[in-house]
Structures are given as structure tokens and as C-alpha cells.
């Protein structure tokens, strides 16, 4: 069984830029979330999907969007990149067995916006 | 709106001494908590969520709806217990969409 992989594992991008993120899910596991984790804070909440489709997000705008395909991998996309997006990426997969299930994460990518 | 804060963001403690690491939290709806911790240059794992009123690693969590608290315990700290530990809420509801404090790092001196 292979846990949850992240790609890349660091980036840097100029602002105003896009950048695409990729998460692949644990084995067995149909739902991804996304978090951001800026310097000295705690992971914040981007959105999360299940079976292919957005299933909650957090207080992010628009521009940061996503995906999840038939093999429950996943993409977080940013448009118009801003310095403040400079944060560490995280995903998380979770089976499919209730809502207390524990999520397991990837080691993240880092994201630096210049 | 839901809230965690992790009021210390360091906590140094003596090998033997006992820990304790505070969280409260704000949620109108039923919550589900959980700590959540990272060691040196791994991931981010799952210590122990307040539904399964479990001990892990010796750690236990008590769930204070009265005082919105849900505070890490272990009597007695060991040096492999220096980590970075995050409280989270996730809603009942949404469930695993978790809403995490700042975090406090652990630092256990020999």
C-alpha cells in the first residue's frame, strides 16, 4: 500500500503566474483535500473532493481551483499567483468510511512565489 | 465560523515532567477533535481523535464541551515526544475538512 505522494516537492514561480500542484491519493482512499500552510501557521482548509467533485471549501478565492480524477488522484491549480501564496501545499487522502476517518498526508510542496 | 487556538506556541518540558498542551476551539455545530502531530522531517499524522477515547504514545485528550476545551495530556514526557502538535475540528457533518490551530511545538530536554 503506497501513501499519499506529492509533486512536485518544491517550486518557484514569478507573480501573476500559474501554477498546477498534483496529489496522488493513498490506495483505496476516494477523497482528496487541499491545505495551505504558510510559514508558522497551521494547515488552512482550501477545499476537498469526492468522487470527482468539490465537496466543501475553506476561505480561499476562485482562483485556486482543483480536480480529482477517475483514479482519485488530484491537481490544485492557482491563477495570478501572489506573493502571499508562498506557503507549504498539502494534500490529504481518507477512505471512504464515514466522516471520522483519518486523513493522511503527503509531505507537501513548497510553493515560492517571487 | 469555526476556531482552534493553540495558545503556547512553544512548550519545553523536563524529561519525566508531565505535559500538557491546551486547545479550544469555537464551533456552533457538533465538533469532532482530533491532534494531529509531526515529527522532525516527517509528515503530518494522526496522534489520537476524541471519538475513540484512546491513549496513544500515552497521550490522552478529554473532550470539555463546557469550556470548548480539548487539551493534550501525558504524565510523564519523553524525549521522543518533541514534535509539532496541531489541534483540529473537523464538523460532524463535512467530516474530515479540518480546521487546524497554529500548532505548538514540544520540546522535551533530556
Known amino acids: 500500500e503506497t501513501g499519499v505522494t506529492q509533486s512536485p516537492t518544491h517550486l518557484i514561480k514569478t507573480r501573476g503566474q500559474q501554477v498546477t500542484l498534483r496529489c496522488s491519493s493513498q490506495s483505496g482512499h476516494n477523497t482528496v483535500s487541499w491545505y495551505q500552510q504558510a510559514l508558522g501557521q497551521g494547515p488552512q482548509f482550501i477545499f476537498q473532493?469526492?468522487?470527482?467533485?468539490?465537496?466543501g471549501r475553506g476561505n480561499f478565492p476562485p482562483r485556486f481551483s482543483g480536480l480529482q480524477f477517475p483514479n482519485y488522484s488530484s491537481e490544485l491549480n492557482v491563477n495570478a499567483l501572489e506573493l502571499d501564496d508562498s506557503a507549504l501545499y498539502l494534500c490529504?487522502?481518507?477512505?471512504?468510511?464515514?466522516?471520522?476517518?483519518?486523513?493522511?498526508f503527503g509531505q507537501g510542496t513548497r510553493l515560492t512565489v517571487v | 465560523a469555526q476556531r482552534v487556538t493553540q495558545p503556547e506556541k512553544l512548550l519545553s518540558v523536563f524529561k519525566g515532567a508531565p505535559v500538557e498542551l491546551k486547545c479550544n476551539y469555537s464551533y456552533s455545530g457538533s465538533p469532532e477533535l482530533f491532534w494531529y502531530v509531526q515529527y522532525s522531517r516527517q509528515r503530518l499524522q494522526l496522534l489520537l481523535r476524541?471519538?475513540s477515547r484512546e491513549s496513544i504514545k500515552g497521550f490522552t485528550a478529554d473532550l470539555n464541551k463546557g469550556e470548548t476545551s480539548f487539551h493534550l495530556k501525558k504524565p510523564f514526557a519523553q524525549e521522543e515526544d518533541s514534535a509539532m502538535y496541531y489541534c483540529a475540528l473537523s464538523a460532524t457533518i463535512t467530516g474530515n475538512q479540518f480546521y487546524f490551530g497554529t500548532g505548538t511545538s514540544l520540546t522535551v530536554i533530556p
Open positions: 476524541h471519538i
Open positions: 473532493y469526492y468522487r470527482e467533485e468539490e465537496n
Open positions: 490529504a487522502s481518507s477512505p471512504p468510511t464515514g466522516p471520522n476517518t483519518e486523513a493522511f
